[in-house]
């Protein structure tokens, strides 16, 4: 049977054990490239028999992908498959390409010392994520030379999750210093508004200002193509209707808005599941004097969203505490709740459009991960800084989680304050 003639590009040999860590997400990233892949997964269906299906998959392969593991090497059924490749490859020349993954050359050695002489792909010299467009090259050269490298590493990257979560890491970083950017700028731009520079330094002035929004803007930019999309295009087709009406009501004539009335009367409508869970709530006094000069529905929005969430995944017997800072260039309103720790890399993607965290999926089956993805699109049609932060505590498991809004000065104002 020439190679024209067999069913599929690739067989892939593998102990079960190492499915949810590699080789599922290899044979999923292969499938995408546009390989035909024997994968039990793929292939098999309920009342097939297992040992003629893999026959007949060896069989109908050009190739043979053995991933050699410890486990690999300790099971008789991919010793069999195994077997079955190395015969094909006495006949037909290059069959077998061996992946070494998380394992020893000695190891290797001493179960098949013929394996040790073939070029292997070894997991241990390079990332996951570059495993894929390697055996592409060795199995359809063809089609690797069609497609571009950084599609197949884009498409590898959406797939290996220690990838996503470092490209989710710079997004959020890039974000945290755009917003920091842009609040310098507010600040800077308040201070010259009353400033006797004159008309050549002024005009200057403004056109550095400038520069530092088209840069803040260009840093979100860079950071929403690093995650593939977010808030690059914030108004999109795919755009909930909760911001479109955000953006609709940003269009109206703004009004003066105390922070202290709409935080009340949220806590006000929380106030059963505040009694249930024991919740003690703690407000600065001089909040009170806090305006913001927006739109009541939208910085509305932006508070139920964080203080709903703060009262649902606060632990019993615990303080939600609103505090305030204010500085020369802005207002920052920071409220926190005592509550479990977020899985390992969640904090980098909880303003992500339809993320759900580990606990919010074990506490809430009707929340959809908009909530947050919302808050920011709202601020940042307002050049409202958001963040989150958490500090650890004494007990085990157990953090303080914080949430920050920094108002722009230009749009807040301290009651009885000269402007």
Known sequence: MDDHSKEWDLF????????????????????????????????????????????????NSKYGLAIISE????????????????????????VLIPVWYEITKDKVLHFSPPLVDKVAIITNNSELSDVPPQVLKAVRPDLYEKLVREELIHISRNRFPEN????????????????????????????LKDAQLGAEIDRRANIMLSDIFSYSENIRGLADLTVNGGFLDPFSTNTPPELLF???????????????????HIFRSQYKKLREKNITIESAKDIQAIV???????????????????????????????????????????????????SDGEEYRIFQKGFRGYNTMHTSHTAQ???LFIVRGICEVYGIGVSYSAEELPQEGICRHIFSLSFPKNITKIKNEQR
Do not use: C
Request: no cysteine.
């Open 246 to 264: 955000a953006k609709n009501a940003a269009q109206k004539e703004r009004e003066d808005i105390k922070l202290e009335s709409i935080i009340n």
């Open 369 to 371: 991960g908009m909530g």
């Open 164 to 191: 996503r979560r470092r490209d989710l890491f710079l997004a959020h970083e890039l974000k945290q210093l755009s917003s920091v950017l842009m609040d310098r700028s507010n600040g800077l731009q308040y201070m």
């Open 12 to 59: 892939i040999s593998h102990a079960s054990e190492d499915k949810d860590n590699f080789v599922r997400l290899l044979a999923e990233a292969l499938r995408d490239y546009g390989l035909s892949v024997w994968y039990d997964e793929f292939t098999l269906t309920p009342g097939d028999s297992l040992s003629r299906s893999i026959d007949r998959g060896l069989a």
């Open 71 to 94: 486990s690999f090497i300790e099971k008789p059924w991919t010793e069999y498959e195994l077997r079955g490749l190395v015969a094909r490859e006495i006949e037909e020349d290059k």
């Open 292 to 342: 913001i000069n927006t739109h009541k529905s939208n910085i509305a929005a932006i508070l139920r969203a964080i203080l709903d969430n703060a009262v649902q995944y606060a632990n019993n017997n615990t303080l939600i505490r609103v505090a305030h800072k204010i500085s020369q260039y802005s207002v920052t309103i920071a409220i926190s709740n005592i509550g479990q720790f977020l």
